[in-house]
DNA sequence: TCTTGACTTAGACAAAGTCTAATGTAGGAT
DNA sequence: ATCCTACATTAGACTTTGTCTAAGTCAAGA
């Protein structure tokens, strides 16, 4: 994700601290914070952060396609900076702990068209639920 | 759904005006209403009910296993009376309408034991996105 | 019919997110 | 290098969605 900031650039960003703060927030791999964690995370190194701001750029960062919004129950989204590789998730239904999976075969493919009513189905979001190892060993 | 109050009264439920009216609303195939929604409607007949009662008599179809939640994006909840037929949502990106669907195949066995990180998983939820013929032909 | 514990109510409260008007600033223009 | 201005940021009010509490009400069994 280290190149992100320079593909932003290229499509017209103005590249201000900020963003450059919630950016460098949602690097690394299977991270999934809600904007509230992100906005804590950004403000211990930019401390007058707003988190208008930082719902403005998480915004801007979903619609640019470079993170995922994911909402795994009725609680705060959660932000996927892993958006440039399919996958899906596995949730812990105890402690909500998330994790990236990979499943197998074209997802797509299970839903007949038959039972497509007339939509044009573009995309299949997959969400595993069970107890993770900690939590099923208590 | 019309034996729905039987069944509960059977488990113990005191059956008051509020609890018939919230399970009336809920009634019917295909209906995916918000909290808010099932309030409106329900007040028409029963002006008096409260928002209270609404949440607390979802939460208690929820946990009774009459009702599904569905979380379909970052907004309100909807309720799904549909719960005893196992089937997943599709989804207009546009208009927000969900349809019930019902793929092919056994969805759990797509994430195979390597990807499991030894999470029990015991559950898969599956939304289909896409655009409605309404949409699709605008 | 009486009684009682379960149910309902209004409204305060909380969490998550959006909006606005005022202010600041990145980066091209000069 | 500096200036300018459209874009970005800010604080905080506001909205939406949902939860909680204390007081009043009522379904259903005795």
């Known amino acids: 994700m280290s190149d992100l900031l320079e593909r932003l650039r290229g499509r017209g960003w103005r590249l201000t601290a900020q963003r450059r703060v919630v950016a460098e927030v949602l690097d690394g791999d299977h991270v999934h914070y809600t904007a509230d964690e992100v906005h804590a995370k950004a403000a211990e190194r930019l401390p007058e952060i707003s988190r208008a701001t930082v719902y403005n750029t998480l915004g801007e960062l ?3 396609g470079e993170v995922l919004e994911v909402s795994t129950d009725g609680r705060a989204k959660r932000y996927d900076p892993n958006a440039h590789h399919a996958h899906q998730h596995l949730v812990c239904s105890r402690c909500g702990t998330i994790r990236d999976v990979h499943p ?3 997802l ?3 839903l007949p068209s038959a ?3 007339g939509f044009q189905v573009s995309a299949v979001e997959v969400t595993y639920r069970g107890l993770c ?3 099923s060993a208590g």
């Open 62 to 64: 979903v619609s640019l």
């Open 108 to 110: 797509l493919a299970g």
């Open 104 to 106: 197998e075969g074209d």
């Open 133 to 135: 190892p900690d939590c």
């Open 115 to 117: 039972e497509r009513f």
